[in-house]
């Protein structure tokens, strides 16, 4: 790491996300795109977040939301007194 | 056609290109609508049609699952039910927990409803019960701390090793060459499930629940920068835990 890279370190997910200043961007970009080291690491972040992203998202089960409602009624109505 | 008197219905009827919708709060309704449009008006008489609750405002469900109404309430929860079902299964990594977690969350939330305050959204604070009640399930897990930032990176954050590019790195720019789909799944959920809570957390809350830095500082009680940090730790070690898996199976895959 340079010491240009520490620098920008508490911003490494805002670049990796684009959420960095283009001119930012750039001097870190030139930077990595002379050390391959920085390069990897940059493209490996960035699919690891891609990678945790990946898979459809599990749907609520039907028999967890029916047993939902039961037993958020009975507390509710507990609670309110009804 | 049936509406309950004392709740705000919503009816949607079609006229050529145009959508109408039509509130009643109450049973007296008529019949005959007149409708206006281009200058012209259209009578429509309708014997019954398609009625939907009427979407209430947050502030407004709020004010009427505190009174009491447990309608509301449900209303409340129900577009965030699934979104904490989702981060639950990450958080946990198996589906039991996931549904105690739910299970505990929502029932908290009826606990702590009169407490909830309007400075926050609602589903920023079921995400904070949430994740009270799964550091509750989960909080007997044992980890080890994560490394300080600069331990991941090139050269342990070395100013000198950087000049060389001599030093081993992995690289795994497709990780689906290396893995079958079911099993990468795995690896991923192992990865995350290696982390620990502190950091799991606001982790799943950037990168999978898509929240900003911001709110989730909010969520988790930390400052911006703390918060901040968390997440770069994680996905710093998620990153590492990751390569040293995959470069375990390419060398079993090559030699």
Redesign the interface.
Known sequence: ???K??EY??D??AY?DGDLPDELCVEIEKHVGE????K??V???K???K?????K?????SS??D???N???K???K??G? | MKIQINKLYRAELRHGLSNILLYFDSAQYSKYIYYFSNNKIFLFFFESFMTYPYLMNEAQLIAKAKAGDFEAFTELINTHKQKIYALAIKLAGNKQDAEDIVQDTLLKAIDKIDQFREEASFGTWLYSIALNEGRAHLGKQKHSELKPIESYLPGGGNVDMHKSDSQHLFDWKDPHEILENNELETVIGQAIEELPYKYRAPFLLRYHEELSIKEIADIIGETVAATKSRVLRARLALRDYLSNKFEERYERKVS
């Open positions: 790491m340079s010491e890279c520490l370190i508490s490494l997910n990796l050390c391959n080291n920085c990897l690491m493209d490996t972040l699919m690891t977040v990678l945790c992203r990946e898979g998202p599990e749907d609520l089960p967890l939301n047993k939902l409602n037993m958020l009624k507390k509710w109505d609670k309110f009804q």
